[in-house]
C-alpha cells in the first residue's frame, strides 16, 4: 500500500463507543450540550457501513434527547435518515454537508473515499423535509483549485434550492503534518501549483489579502443567495422550541 493510500485508510474503530458515550449521557453533570459529531473525523466513513456506530449513538441521543451537530462528506448519513428525523423532533439536530467542488473527477481526487458532490447535495435535500437544521460547509476552499468564482456560485446556488439554513466558507490552513501531506500531494498532482502555495502559504495560514478578497467574494455571494453565515441561530431557535415542548410535556403528565 502506498503512503496516499494508508493516509486515506488507516482507521481506528473505537467499538465502545456507545457504552463510554451512555456513561457520560446518564451523568446528573451532564447538561445536554450540543456534541458536535465528525467536527474532525467523519464518522459517516466507508467504514462505519460495517460496523453501524452512529446508529446506537443516534439512539442514545434519542433517549436522552440530546442535541448534536453532525459534518459529514457522505451519503452514507441517509441509511440513518429514521433516527435523526426522530432525534429532530425532540431537540436540535444540526446536519452540515461538506462541499468545496462540483467538479466530480477533482473531487474524486481530493477526497478519494467521499461521497460525490451530487450524492452530497442529495442528503440536504432529503434532510429539507425534516425539523432538522441544515447547512453547507465549503471547506476547505483550496487556492487556485477550488476557489474560482463559477464554482463557489454553483454550490451556493444548489445549496439554496436544497433550502440550507446557513453557510460556512472557510480557507486552507497548511501546518505540521497537513503540509507536508498537502505539498505531497500537490507534487504528485499539480506540481505547477507548488510554487505559488509555497508563496501564499509562507507562513502556516494564507496570506491575508488572499483571504480578504476571497471573503469578500464570499459575502457577495452569500448575500446574492441569502445565505446566513449564522449556524448558531437556528440551532438555538430550535433549542428553545424543544425545551418549551419538555415543560409542555411535563404540565400535561402532571395534570
Given at each position: 500500500m502506498d503512503k496516499k493510500c494508508a493516509f486515506f485508510q488507516k482507521i481506528y474503530v473505537?467499538?465502545?463507543v456507545a457504552e463510554a458515550l451512555e456513561k457520560q449521557l446518564a451523568a446528573r453533570s451532564w447538561k445536554k450540550e450540543v456534541i458536535n459529531i465528525g467536527g474532525v473525523c467523519d464518522s459517516y466513513q466507508p467504514v462505519e457501513a460495517k460496523y453501524g456506530l452512529m446508529r446506537e449513538v443516534l439512539a442514545l441521543m434519542i433517549k436522552y434527547r440530546n442535541p448534536v451537530t453532525i459534518s459529514t462528506k457522505s451519503d452514507l448519513i441517509l441509511r440513518d435518515y429514521d433516527l435523526l428525523s426522530e432525534l429532530a423532533e425532540l431537540t436540535s439536530v444540526n446536519i452540515a454537508v461538506t462541499v468545496t467542488t462540483v467538479d466530480k473527477k477533482l473531487s474524486a481526487l481530493l477526497e478519494p473515499l467521499a461521497s460525490s458532490p451530487d450524492k452530497r447535495f442529495s442528503v440536504l435535500r432529503a434532510f429539507k423535509n425534516t425539523s432538522a437544521v441544515t447547512g453547507i460547509h465549503m471547506m476547505p476552499i483550496l487556492p487556485f483549485l477550488t476557489d474560482n468564482p463559477q464554482n463557489l456560485e454553483q454550490i451556493?446556488?444548489?445549496?439554496?434550492?436544497?433550502?440550507?439554513?446557513?453557510?460556512?466558507?472557510?480557507v486552507?490552513?497548511?501546518?505540521g503534518e497537513t503540509r507536508k501531506h498537502f505539498f505531497g500531494f500537490l507534487e504528485l498532482n499539480f506540481p505547477e501549483l507548488v510554487d505559488p502555495y509555497r508563496k501564499l502559504y509562507a507562513k502556516g495560514g494564507a496570506d491575508m489579502a488572499y483571504k480578504a478578497k476571497l471573503y469578500e467574494m464570499f459575502s457577495s455571494l452569500m448575500e446574492r443567495y441569502h445565505?446566513?453565515?449564522?449556524?448558531?441561530?437556528?440551532?438555538?431557535?430550535?433549542?428553545?422550541?424543544?425545551?418549551q415542548l419538555t415543560l409542555t410535556d411535563f404540565s400535561e403528565n402532571d395534570s
Open positions: 473505537k467499538t465502545n451556493m446556488s444548489l445549496a439554496t434550492e436544497c433550502g440550507v439554513d446557513y453557510a460556512l466558507p472557510g486552507l490552513n497548511l501546518r445565505l446566513s453565515g449564522d449556524y448558531m441561530k437556528p440551532m438555538q431557535a430550535k433549542l428553545s422550541r424543544s425545551k
